[in-house]
């Protein structure tokens, strides 16, 4: 697929989700091949009683999540945060996503329909057949056989980096006002709309509702990625590459691992012509 001239064709927002060091200790992981697992984040929010979710459905636990490694005991039972979601993965049949964080949210409300919401997350390089993080304290680290005689895709960092693993084809996007300011009225009105358009998002769950922004995709273009697309430089995960330094709206400089990224049409055309979907 060739570039698109700025301005004609869809563009594209990307932001960081998924499991990191802080929350719930360590990160994904991304072999050697360029596969990966998408682990996602715990629920940190007080979350309302199940009869009271949009849609009548448990709240996920690590257990229940359809990962290739073991799941640490001591979060087995530890509710997550299941946003994204993609039909198909980890048991969810939609394809949505909410953010509660302005800097992001206000990026996102600038898609429309057939625009890319994209998602990156860190991942650490593990080998194929990797059993899991240690039961025990320090779960990434080098214990953990983070990297140590892999030979890896070049184009992979050689310990961690910040990678493209999934993406959704925006078909709408609800901007929602939120802040200290708003009436109960107007933030029950804010999760109805939300729960009319997503049902299934995490954020319909949490008590209250917290998200400045829902997006609904297209379920049959939105998903895992087979392979991830490296934003990091493969000489070290916390440099940039020049997806994020030429063609992105960040400069690749201080923790741009952290920020939403934004891209015009030819950008987003290169980003779509190196992704090979699962």
Request: glycine fraction near 12%.
């Amino acid at each position: 697929m060739a570039p698109t001239p700025e301005g004609n064709g869809p563009r594209a927002v990307a932001v960081n989700v998924a499991a990191n060091t802080n929350e719930p200790g360590f990160r994904g992981p991304v072999y050697p091949d360029g596969s990966f697992a998408y682990v996602p984040i715990p629920e940190s929010a007080a979350t309302l009683p199940r009869d009271r979710f949009p849609v009548d459905e448990p709240l996920p636990t690590y257990g229940d999540l359809d990962l290739p490694f073991r799941a640490p005991a001591d979060l087995r039972e530890t509710p997550v945060h299941m946003d994204p979601e993609f039909p198909g993965v980890h048991g969810r049949d939609r394809a949505t996503y909410g953010d509660p964080y302005g800097v992001k949210a206000g990026r996102i409300a600038g898609l429309e329909p057939g625009d890319w919401l994209f998602f990156y997350a860190t991942l650490s390089l593990r080998p194929h057949g990797w059993g899991g993080p240690s039961e025990a304290g320090g779960r990434d680290g080098a214990a953990d056989g983070a990297g140590d005689g892999l030979h890896p895709n070049d184009d992979l960092a050689p310990d961690w980096g910040a990678y493209l693993f999934a993406g959704t084809r925006v078909e709408r996007v609800l901007a929602v006002e939120g802040g200290d300011g708003e009436s109960a009225g107007d933030r029950a009105a804010d999760r109805d709309a939300a729960a009319a358009l997503a049902p299934t998002n995490a954020h319909l769950k949490r008590d209250p509702f917290d998200a400045r922004v829902v997006v609904a995709g297209d379920p049959d273009a939105s998903g895992l990625f087979e392979r991830v697309v490296p934003l990091s430089d493969p000489e070290a995960g916390g440099d940039a590459n020049p997806l994020v330094t030429a063609l992105s709206s960040d400069s690749g400089k201080g923790p741009w691992w952290r920020r939403p990224m934004a891209f015009d049409a030819g950008a987003t055309a290169t980003l779509l012509d190196r992704i090979e979907w699962s």
